[in-house]
């Protein structure tokens, strides 16, 4: 792909000789294939999601949680032959889903081997659980090749986009790229209490952001209704790498709770809400390769 234009930062890059902004050149990299409980439940089920997890990222987020795959491009490089296999392993397991874990910078690889899987009966939902940082061109790459968009709205304001992950246009991009999700897969169907097509937006509720936070889910809720699903969460884990104040430090319960009280008084019912103990470390998996 010379002179990369995929996603809204067009890097130029020509990844047939080295990586973009999002840290990939022309070949798939994965740090962990493995059924993965902590989804929504709708996602997750009782026997798991299959995931992948895809090294690189073109947001790039500072407080990111997988900072080793989106900053550090940790990973093995993989031939589609092998993506294509890792899926159905994924199957064999008893995955509900293959859940695929920012994908966004590799579509151009993966479509044609998620079609070829499809076509070979692969028989399970496709997830893309994405930071919504997606030009409308990449999406329309994904047409018959996704059942289910696990989506982010990261920010509302364009101050705090900049902030934190130097991309002042996301709210923009973001709230495009959801529109056109919706209008892809449609309304939710759940069977068996799990989710086969639709759209979960995640709204991450982070220390010293309640507003834009708010702002989003009122946003989503005003625009999609019960369209969507919105996922509120509290699992944020302040990563030694951050250097912003605010994002020392842990998100309070109260706050948390503030937040989901909004979201309940503007009559959300097709929502998920976290627990308590949602923001401990041991809900961010291990990237040592795992069904590599």
Known sequence: MPKCTLCPRECGADREKERGFCGADNRIRIARAAKHMWEEPVISGKNGSGTIFFSGCSLAC?????????????GIVITPARFYDIMFELKAQGAVNINLVTAD????YIVPV???????????????????????SALKQLKDAVDI???????????????????????????????????????????????Q?????????MPGNLIDAKASIKYL????????????????VPMPHVTHRELKSALSPSAYRSVVRYAQSLGITNGFVQGSGADDKIYIPEFNCEGV
């Not at 500072?62 to 900072?67: A, G, I, L, R, Y």
């Not at 899987?117 to 930071?131: H, K, W, Y």
């Not at 495009?176 to 989710?195: D, H, N, S, T, Y």
């Not at 809720?221 to 509290?234: E, F, R």
């Open 197 to 205: 097509k639709g759209v979960i937006v995640r709204v991450l509720v």
């Open 114 to 136: 998620l079609r070829h899987a499809r076509q070979d009966g692969l028989g399970i939902p496709v997830v893309f659980n994405t930071s919504s940082y997606l030009k409308l």
């Open 221 to 236: 809720y005003d625009t999609y209704g019960d369209d969507i699903y919105i996922s509120v969460m509290g699992q944020y």
């Open 149 to 195: 968009y696990l989506a982010d709205l990261k920010f509302s304001s364009p101050a705090a986009a900049m902030k934190y992950c130097s991309a002042p246009d996301y709210p923009q991009v973001a709230r495009a790229a959801i529109e056109q999700m919706v209008k892809k897969v449609g309304r939710p169907v759940i069977r068996g209490g799990i989710m």
């Open 105 to 108: 910078h590799y579509i151009p």
């Open 62 to 74: 500072e407080f990111c949680q997988n900072f080793v795959l989106s900053h550090e491009n940790q």
